[in-house]
C-alpha cells in the first residue's frame, strides 16, 4: 500500500506561482510514476504533468511552458512549479501515484486533493 500527502493548494492572483508537493510512503517499488491531474468545475479529471522515475517528463499542452513538474527519488517526492497562472487552472489538483509491480502490471493511488483557485 502507498499512502500520498499532498502541500501546496490555496488561492493565488492570475500571473501569480504556485509550488505543489506530494510525497509518497509505503512500499515503493523503484519502476514508478508520480504526477498531477486536476479536475475544474463542470469538466472532467485530466492529466497536468508526470514524471518516471528515470525523469521522463509529460505535460499537458494546456500547461506546458508554464509548469514544472519534479521528483526527488531519494524522498519520493514530486513537485509541480506553477507559474503564469491563469483562471482557468483554477481546480482540485490530484497527485498521483503509480507502481509498477511486475512487467505488465502496476497499481496507481490517489492523494485527496488540493484545492487550487486562481482569482482577482
Known amino acids: 500500500q502507498v499512502q500520498l500527502a499532498e ?3 490555496g488561492l493565488v492572483q492570475p500571473g ?8 509518497a510512503s509505503g512500499s515503493i517499488f523503484s519502476i ?11 469538466k472532467e479529471r485530466e492529466l497536468v ?3 518516471s522515475n528515470g525523469g521522463s517528463t509529460n505535460y499537458a499542452d494546456s500547461v506546458k511552458g508554464r509548469f514544472t513538474i519534479s ?7 514530486v513537485s509541480l512549479q506553477m507559474n503564469s497562472l491563469k483562471f482557468e487552472d483554477t481546480a482540485v489538483y490530484y ?4 507502481n509498477r509491480r511486475s512487467f505488465a502490471h502496476g ?8 484545492q487550487v483557485t486562481v482569482s482577482s
Open 7 to 9: 502541500s501546496g493548494g
Open 16 to 23: 501569480g506561482s504556485l509550488r505543489l508537493s506530494c510525497a
Open 32 to 42: 514508478n510514476t508520480m504526477g498531477w491531474y486536476r479536475q475544474a468545475p463542470g
Open 49 to 51: 504533468a508526470v514524471v
Open 71 to 77: 521528483r526527488d527519488n531519494a524522498k519520493n517526492t
Open 95 to 98: 497527485c498521483h501515484f503509480f
Open 107 to 114: 497499481d496507481q493511488y490517489w492523494g485527496q486533493g488540493t
